[in-house]
């Protein structure tokens, strides 16, 4: 299984961004996929996740009303739409995948697979 992030850049406060990542090597329908962030100096935290056959989402708290997390079925990819962005979501973000369902909605979860990380940059 391969994962690749895109849509990472340098926005303003207050915009935002839409990051995808495109999923390969396997069918994703029961799965678990979601994003992490991790910014300088910090450790990696869990921002959302959803379960692929269900549409079921989870939030961190950091995010929750501002991020939306979706997957798109036909073309086995996943999205994060980025909205209100703040200085403090700076960050690389990765996303992740797992076929167990265990902590998917926290930094517990310990995904299968990794993207390589696409860097979200907030500008105040």
């Known amino acids: 299984v391969q994962l690749l992030e895109s849509g990472g850049r340098l926005v303003q406060d207050g915009e935002s961004l839409r990051l995808s990542c495109t999923a390969s090597?396997?069918?994703?329908?029961?799965?678990?996929v979601g994003w992490f962030r991790q910014a300088p100096g910090k450790e990696r935290e869990f921002v959302a996740s959803?379960?692929?056959?269900?549409?079921?989402?989870y939030y961190s708290d950091s995010v929750k009303g501002r991020f939306t997390i979706s997957r798109d079925n036909a073309k086995n990819t996943w999205s994060l739409q980025l909205n209100d962005l703040k200085p403090e979501d700076t960050a690389v973000y990765y996303c992740?995948?797992?076929?167990?369902?265990?902590?998917?909605?926290?930094?517990?979860?310990?995904?299968?697979?990794w993207g390589q990380g696409t860097q979200v940059t907030v500008s105040s």
């Open positions: 959803i379960y692929w056959s269900s549409g079921n989402t």
């Open positions: 090597g396997d069918t994703f329908d029961d799965y678990a």
């Open positions: 992740a995948a797992s076929t167990s369902y265990s902590r998917t909605y926290s930094s517990k979860w310990n995904p299968d697979y």
